[in-house]
């Protein structure tokens, strides 16, 4: 199969479409190339895989592998007509807290060679090298059927990989275009729509959410980053540790669910702590129902969390409707969605945390950010990264030290939270625990705060 067969057949069988997309990114793009159903068509498949053949014959490597899914066969397939050892790692397991697992054979130190269908930012190619790094294999090249990307190949070089293509998007237009199978006007809109994500432009940081701006805020006021997680059972001694700490924090976390003798004193008094101590008060509830539960949940009940609890947790796992049940007809209110858990075995992914991504992109007025734990400053560094704009990230699972509990908690560091991007960090036990709580929390305050001068 020749390049222009090649691209003629995937323009037959709708694999690369023209019209308006939303990308990963929230982009609107005017292509969409879906390389998943070339498998139903062997004679693509092996053309593709002729073509993969040809370009890397002379290339050294000791493995190769595909990035699943679509990928996969296609490595499956070269692999097999090089004779060369296959290897790959499952896709699930690159989520947080589970390892990531390569499957078959490799020595350590092995060359591998990484093919994937596509590249549009190089970003996720980084992230397969490293995860595959970790595990001991060494990866040098990157082979992709098409370059979609403006600047893929320079991305990778800067990160000391090199990118190889089997064509495209200006050769594949061209192709197109002298067969007049596409349209000047549709030429003329992809090469706009290139250049002008090719230039990126600095987003601005337009916040419109009040209670995030409040909380921005009240960090600076207050040279604070410092979110008290109080979980005691009594009201006698949840005042005691408030007065003690009240003046480090900028946010106090609730679970109000737990006190043994809640009653109706209980949120005035609060309140006129809040007021004199000047922090947020965030009630831990997690929803996670349908809407209509939710919202009886967030406003009726023993607590009434919405009269007084200005950020609340949602899990986003029932869906959107869940900011309708909880906000609609609310003024003043927001949430934090938890995107990733400390908790050891939990079962949040990549793909469950993008979905909670584009959710509260959508939302912004009702979503102030993110909780979300990392490994390592890397990992946290590299969620954060896909946040969308002006969203803030609460990190819980943080102590003095990196350990753990006996129920699956998991601790990192004050640092390694705040330079992985946490704006704030949510501490527990490593003060409510303390000897000298006032101590403490003085201690916890101004190690984030330290570092968050550094970071920003
Ligand atoms: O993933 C999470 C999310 C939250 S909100 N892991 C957590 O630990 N939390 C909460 O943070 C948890 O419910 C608890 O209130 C606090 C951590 O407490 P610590 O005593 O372990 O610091």
Redesign the pocket.
């Known amino acids: 199969m020749t390049k222009e067969q090649f691209v003629l057949e995937l323009q037959r069988i709708g694999a690369i479409k023209f019209g308006s997309f939303t990308l990963k990114s929230g982009l609107t793009s005017p292509f969409y190339f879906d390389l998943r159903d070339i498998i139903s068509f062997p004679y693509i498949l092996e053309g593709i895989a002729d073509l993969l053949v040809e370009k890397i014959k002379d290339m050294e490597f000791d493995v190769l592998t595909g990035i699943p899914y679509t990928a996969l066969p296609i490595a499956s397939l070269v692999a097999s007509k090089m004779q060369k050892p296959l290897i790959y790692m499952r896709k699930e397991e690159k989520a947080y807290g589970t390892g990531n697992n390569v499957i078959g054979k490799f020595k350590k130190g092995a060359k591998c060679l990484v093919i994937d269908d596509l590249i549009t930012t190089g970003a996720s190619k980084i992230e397969t090298a490293e995860a595959y790094e970790r595990k001991g294999v060494v990866i040098k090249d990157f082979v992709v059927v098409i370059d979609r990307s403006s600047n893929g190949k320079e991305d990778l070089a800067k990160q000391g990989y090199k990118l190889h293509s089997l064509i495209n998007l200006n050769e594949i237009m061209e192709l197109l275009q002298n067969r007049n199978l596409i349209s000047e006007e549709k030429v003329n809109e992809v090469r706009n729509f290139t250049a002008s994500i090719s230039k990126p432009k600095k987003v601005k940081e337009e916040i419109t959410n009040l209670l995030t701006l409040k909380l921005i805020s009240k960090i600076k006021e207050k040279k604070s980053n410092l979110v008290l997680?109080l979980?005691v059972t009594t009201q006698k001694e949840f005042f005691e540790i408030l007065d003690e700490t009240g003046s480090e924090i900028v946010m106090l976390?609730t679970?109000v669910d737990i006190l043994d003798d809640y009653d109706e004193n209980f949120v005035p008094k609060l309140q006129e702590y809040a007021k004199r101590q000047n922090f947020l008060i965030f009630e831990?509830r997690?929803f996670a129902d349908i809407g209509n539960t939710v919202k009886h949940q967030y406003r009726n009940g023993v607590y009434k969390i919405s009269d007084w609890a200005e950020f609340v947790?949602v899990h986003m796992v029932a869906g959107d409707g869940i900011l309708k049940g909880l906000f609609d007809g609310m003024e003043n209110r927001s949430s934090f969605v938890?995107a990733?858990?400390?908790?050891k075995g939990n079962l949040i992914n990549e793909t469950y945390s993008r979905k909670c991504f584009e959710i509260a992109r959508k939302n912004p007025n009702v979503v102030s950010g993110f909780?979300g734990?990392g490994k390592d400053v890397e990992d946290i560094k590299r969620f954060k990264a896909k946040f969308p704009v002006g969203m803030l990230l609460l990190t819980?699972?943080?102590?003095l030290e990196r350990g753990s509990?006996a129920m699956g908690?998991q601790?990192i560091t004050v640092e390694d939270a705040i330079c992985g991007g946490a704006d704030c960090i949510?501490?527990?036990?490593?003060i409510i625990k303390a000897k000298d709580r006032k101590k403490e929390a003085k201690i916890y305050r101004e190690r984030a705060w330290k570092e968050y001068q550094e970071r920003i």
């Open positions: 997680s979980d976390k679970h831990d997690k947790t938890l990733r858990m400390s908790s909780i734990h819980p699972g943080v102590k509990d908690q601790y949510i501490v527990g036990r490593g």
